[in-house]
């Protein structure tokens, strides 16, 4: 923007100049006394430049202090365009009907002087629900073919999923909605240690 304004300046005072030396050199454009009203009428344009030249100086350094407003962005996670979403299922899409409510979630760092992000994660949570036990998962906007389950509520207690959690008929309808809508990696954070775990093939089958 600095720069700009600088080479905005230098052009406006260069065009000023160019047309005080013209009407210097040319005092016929008040007179009409050397080439008529030719000469009369170019000496005009030419003292509108000046003028225009001056009021865009003037604007241009009024405004140089001025910054753009940029809408701040939430370092924490913020729900965004989409509310949350419950859908209803019945027996027939899965082992055992569910709530499941979705909601559109954007992490990021302020932007920096460049404009740029120094991090950005946007996401989908999901939490399937039956009324006693609840499981969570996410998937990143990026990698729409990707989820991983997070943990798993019961009884109002979050603890890590287990394999047992696997076979529970709750899990199963949440995979059959998740694979249903092309999550074709399903992957769970086991807390053993190494990360997310692909869900067992089996698995899949069983539900």
């Avoid at 027996?91 to 404009?115: C, F, K, N, W, Y």
């Amino acid at each position: 923007m600095r720069i700009i304004l600088w080479l905005a300046t230098v052009s406006a005072a260069a065009a000023a100049l160019y047309g005080i030396l013209d009407i210097v050199q040319a005092p016929s454009v008040f007179t009409g006394q050397r080439a008529g009203w030719s000469i009369e009428i170019w000496g005009g344009l030419r003292l509108l430049c000046v003028i225009a030249s001056t009021v865009c100086i003037i604007a241009l350094w009024r405004t140089r202090g001025k910054s753009v407003d940029v809408a701040p962005v939430n370092p924490n996670p913020i729900i965004q365009a989409e509310s949350a979403k419950t859908y209803s299922l019945n027996q027939t899409s899965g082992p055992t009907p569910m709530q499941i409510e979705r909601t559109h979630h954007v992490d990021a760092s302020e932007l920096d002087e460049a404009g740029m992000y120094e991090y950005y994660y946007e996401y989908d949570i999901y939490r399937f629900s039956n009324g006693a036990i609840c499981f969570t998962a996410r998937s990143y906007v990026d990698d729409p073919n990707e989820a991983h389950f997070l943990g798993v509520m019961v009884s109002d207690q979050s603890r890590m999923m287990v394999d047992s959690d696997l076979a529970q008929p709750l899990f199963l309808s949440a995979l059959v909605y998740l694979e249903g809508h092309g999550k074709t990696n399903v992957r769970w954070l086991s807390g053993r240690g190494n990360g997310y775990e692909s869900v067992p093939k089996s698995t899949s089958c069983k539900a």
